[in-house]
């Protein structure tokens, strides 16, 4: 009786955290850790600094898990508005590193950016929800400009990766919302025609001496050495080119853990970063790609039949966007990893080292259980 | 406005939106599914391949290059370490260009050098070693160490690079070796190939060949490149990126070259080089009995050294350019007319094909007439009365002018060619030439123009007296005049006599038995013998040989270069390159040959005051010993 009753007590610790959630995002984070064993070479030091990471993000879900939406939702304004302040701060006052201006210094390092990728989700949302019923074509205007403003703040820094998943999560909300088609189709047909005109002239727009508008040249070098990237085998394509020796060398069930070569001799840049996932395919092979990409699939499934039957208009934006945002993570990495995109730097959500994104992507997955608790509030 | 104009509520409106969103998921994920497909089961292979390319280096240890060695034991072509200065581009901490110019203010880094290293930095590993300057002397690799912190990557090496001791000796047989072409390395490819080693995976064998760092380009350290290169060891290692080595794969010891051990005696080959002095020819010496060339002579010559490295453009230039043609292998490629020297050879002819007796004898008036046309005689009135052997001593025109006519020109080339005029004589160095051994059938296959392609009888006439289309190299007159001493056995002529072991020092003969034996009747022998005796005794050649102490058998030859269409013969008007030949041949012991010589001396005027005593020297060297005054001693190289 006495078990009990502590059991009792002690439910509040997981009563309306998402079993289907938890054992899918435990699945990630076993692989992840596992990987990341051999990705740092079995150097304790740095495993047990990403286990802190992951215990702290799992901290953060919990919390979040906790807090009732409501509250979520009313502070979303003053959220959007603190992210927007410290990245002007980062603009005017931020620490320099590698060429960017991406970091501010409070008394410790903090990365602004990383706030906008579930900020602007949450105003876009709450934004959305004070129009409900009476959303007009210009409320989407009004939305894109809430959207571009930060965007273009993280872009500017140099951030291209942060200020695509930043840009992908405002556009989601919006597209969530009802933009019509008629919006959203002529962009999708143009971005089609877009890849399909550079993959077809890649060979002349690439040729020396060719200058494209509006991009930056090192942008520039990046798609073309995407494109051909033993163009440039051992300067920028040496990335792309190396990631896709090891995942290919993989073949169908891997080296095996600990015995990927290109891993362990140091030809995989950023091994434990952006570029694992290169570690796990060369390890764990084709079968294991394929029981990777199955995890993504159920997380994202998860996510999105939460924010289906969510109790109302911002719970549903924010859980879409949010699930759509792991999403962006996971296919960009590795899509990128794999040599099907440019390299941008997009860790692999729950598995790439980094106790930031870690932080971030556990506060999301702490909103979509939160949102899952509330709806269930809300049923009973 | 309203946005949702169909009927569905917002909330079915979204969860569509958010079915959309699932499909456009999925569609992303079966993307990577096919991508992964792609990478991991279809290129599965190629990219296995590069991934183990990537961990496995292959360090490898040069194999020190046979030894050339002349006859006595003398070392004629060496290795010898020098400094050079390498570049491991990964461990570079700023970019080429940069690294030139800043190495260029410690040790001098020429143009030239700049370009060789940029060539050999395409196609290289990041992780190799490449030189990007040979030979610094002592005070260079001192400046170099003391400046070393400042150029993490570049390291000095001990490299072996060939010597040629005796500098432009004997160049046109040792030939060089120089840096490994694309051209060379394809060819080493192809060999690596067909040699079936499959010590090492396929992929792999290309790095072997990068431990190969000099080949031979011509003579015999081209002709000999597999004896003498031996076998470049290696390590196969594994790499990380930066190039560290983590653990030895397996390895494997180089083994040396095999040294040559040459039929050539490089004094003799000194000796003659400085009876030439400035003159140009060639000259190639045989013993008789075993085929072994003593002397294989092309001046002028060129210093192989020049060229280990690399040469110069501007030497190269200079090489290459020269009228005097000092690259041009003569006793090998240069074909000339053998004049008068193909007289004895005509004579055994004549008396083999029952032609001519030793006996019989023609009247010379001084001139020859073949239908309207005539054909002169050296002599102004003729020799008068001539029989075979005086034929020979005298050098007498018209009686072979005669002969000619009554063997006919098939009769002549089918005696010639076991002789070996116009055929390869399969010496052991490559590039030789044929020549021309004037017959029917030749002449139809070289005139494209068919009113040229008959043979006219006047053509006949002139080839008794070694002009008209005849044109052989010195080798192949020097092995013929060989044969004639050696009473028909035939032994391939060879610059190397025997291949040693590395490893055994076992000495295999390269030619150890004869090729062919010529069926020669005795006396005929003899008499052509006796009438080339009486060359040096009586005749032509009696001036450079008076007071030989040894018989010997010769026969002078002036060839014409240029046509004189009729007039008379005057050096002095005629510009240098076009003056006549001076050509001889001779063979000592007369009674018991051991020696064959012929050469030719170019533009030189007549065979007898410019070649013959050329050859005295020579065969007083062999016969006696004896060394000419004037021409500096033999000083052997430490």
């Known amino acids: 009786m006495e078990n009990r009753t502590l059991i009792q007590r002690m439910s509040f610790l997981w009563y309306g955290l998402d079993p289907s959630l938890g054992i899918i995002l435990l699945c990630l984070i076993v692989v992840g850790n596992i990987t990341f064993l051999s990705a740092s070479s079995g150097t304790v030091v740095t495993w047990v600094e990403q286990g802190r990471n992951i215990l702290m993000a799992l901290l953060i879900m919990w919390v979040t898990s906790r807090v009732p939406i409501k509250w979520l939702e009313k502070v979303s304004l003053w959220v959007y508005l603190f992210g927007i302040s410290l990245l002007v701060a980062v603009a005017l006052f931020g620490q320099i590193k590698k060429g960017a201006r991406r970091w501010l210094n409070i008394g410790f390092v903090i990365q602004p950016s990383e706030i906008m990728k579930i900020a602007m989700p949450m105003m876009l949302a709450w934004y959305f929800q004070k129009r409900e019923g009476f959303i007009k074509l210009w409320d989407f205007g009004i939305a894109l400009c809430f959207l571009l403003l930060p965007t273009l703040l993280i872009a500017r820094q140099p951030d291209l990766g942060t200020a695509i998943l930043v840009l992908a999560a405002g556009l989601y909300v919006i597209i969530l919302a009802g933009l019509p088609w008629r919006f959203i189709v002529p962009f999708l047909i143009l971005g089609c025609v877009g890849i399909l005109f550079i993959l077809i002239f890649g060979d002349s727009i690439c040729a020396k001496g060719v200058t494209w508008p509006i991009l930056q040249s090192y942008q520039q070098h990046r798609i073309c050495t995407l494109l051909d990237p033993s163009s440039d085998p051992l300067g920028k394509g040496f990335h792309t080119l190396q990631s896709m020796i090891a995942i290919g060398s993989g073949g169908i069930f891997g080296k095996g853990w600990m015995k990927g070569t290109q891993t362990h001799l140091e030809f995989i840049p950023e091994k434990h970063t952006d570029f694992i996932f290169a570690v796990y395919s060369e390890e764990f092979g084709f079968i294991g790609n394929i029981a990777l990409l199955v995890l993504f699939l159920l997380l994202i499934q998860r996510g999105l039949q939460i924010a289906a039957t969510a109790p109302n208009l911002y719970t549903r934006l924010l859980g879409g966007s949010v699930t759509l945002i792991f999403f962006t993570y996971a296919f960009v990495n590795m899509g990128m990893v794999s040599g099907l995109l440019p390299v941008v730097g997009i860790p692999l959500p729950f598995i790439s080292y980094g106790g930031t994104a870690l932080s971030t992507l556990g506060f999301g997955v702490g909103i979509l259980m939160s949102i899952n608790r509330g709806k269930r509030l809300v049923q009973t | ?589 007369a009674d018991k040959p051991k020696y064959a010589l012929a050469l030719v001396v170019e533009n030189a005027g007549f065979g007898a005051t410019a070649a013959a005593p050329i050859a005295r020297n020579i065969l007083d060297y062999l016969m006696l010993d004896s060394w000419p005054e004037g021409v500096p001693k033999w000083k052997t190289v430490p």
């Open chain 2, 1 to 589: 406005m309203d946005l949702h104009q169909d009927s569905n509520s917002p909330l079915e409106n979204f969860q569509s939106r958010i079915r959309i969103a699932l499909w456009f998921v999925m569609a992303c994920l079966i993307l990577l599914f096919f991508r992964f497909f792609w990478l991991q089961v279809i290129k599965h292979t190629k990219y296995s391949t590069a991934s183990e390319s990537n961990r496995i280096a292959i360090i490898t240890t040069p194999s020190p290059r046979g030894l050339i060695i002349d006859r006595n034991g003398i070392v004629i072509a060496r290795n010898f370490p020098s400094y050079s200065l390498e570049v491991t581009p990964a461990e570079l901490n700023m970019p080429v260009d940069q690294l030139i110019e800043d190495l260029n203010s410690v040790v001098r880094i020429s143009p030239k050098d700049r370009l060789n290293f940029l060539r050999s930095l395409q196609g290289a590993k990041k992780t190799e070693s490449l030189p990007i300057r040979n030979f610094l002397n002592d005070e260079e690799v001192a400046r170099f160490f003391s400046r070393r912190y400042a150029f993490p990557g570049v390291e000095i090496q001990v490299r072996y690079f060939r010597e040629y001791p005796y500098q432009q000796l004997g160049s046109h047989l040792l030939g060089y070796t120089g840096r490994v072409s694309l051209k060379d390395r394809e060819k080493l490819l192809a060999e690596l190939e067909e040699s079936q080693d499959d010590s090492i995976s396929d992929e792999l064998r290309p790095m072997k060949i990068k431990g190969i760092q000099q080949v031979g380009k011509i003579g015999l350290e081209q002709s000999y490149e597999k004896e003498l290169r031996g076998t470049v060891g290696y390590n196969q290692v594994e790499i990380t990126a930066g190039g560290r080595v983590v653990r030895s794969l397996s390895s494997t010891a180089a083994i040396a070259g095999s040294n040559l051990s040459l039929a050539v005696d490089i004094r003799l080959q000194y000796l003659i080089e400085h009876l030439y002095g400035t003159r140009r020819g060639a000259a190639v010496v045989i013993e008789v009995a075993t085929g072994d060339v003593l002397a294989f002579v092309s001046m002028p010559t060129f210093n192989p050294n020049a060229f280990v490295d690399g040469i110069d453009a501007d030497l190269w230039k200079k090489l290459n350019d020269s009228p005097e043609k000092p690259l041009f292998n003569r006793p090998l490629r240069g074909t000339y007319p053998p004049g008068s020297t193909f007289k004895p050879f005509m004579a055994l002819a004549a008396l083999e094909g029952k032609f001519r007796t030793p006996e019989q004898g023609i009247f010379d008036p001084g001139f020859f007439k073949f239908g309207s046309t005539i054909f002169r005689d050296d002599a102004k009135g003729g020799h008068g009365y001539v029989n075979l052997r005086q034929s020979i001593a005298v050098s007498c025109d018209t009686y072979y002018y005669m002969l000619a006519r009554d063997m006919g020109i098939n009769a002549i080339s089918a005696f010639m060619k076991p002789l070996g005029f116009g055929q390869l004589s399969g010496i052991d160095i490559n590039g030789e030439v044929k020549g021309i051994l004037p017959s029917k059938e030749w002449k139809r296959a070289y005139y494209s123009d068919p009113t040229k392609q008959a043979w006219g009888e006047g053509d006949t006439i002139s080839i008794g007296i070694g002009q008209g289309y005849n044109s052989y190299t010195i080798l192949q007159l020097a092995q013929a005049t060989a044969i004639l001493a050696n009473r028909g056995i035939v032994m391939k002529p060879h610059l190397v006599k025997m291949i040693e072991d590395p490893i055994s020092h076992e000495k295999t003969l390269t030619v150890p038995s004869e090729t062919t034996r010529l069926t020669l009747k005795k006396d005929n022998l003899d008499a052509v013998t006796e009438g080339m005796v009486g060359v040096n005794q009586s005749g032509t050649g009696r001036v450079p040989f008076a007071g030989v102490a040894y018989p010997v058998a010769g026969k002078t030859g002036t060839a014409q270069v240029f046509s004189l269409a009729g007039k008379d013969y005057n050096a002095g008007s005629i510009s240098e390159f076009k003056r006549d030949h001076a050509l001889y041949i001779a063979f000592a012991p």
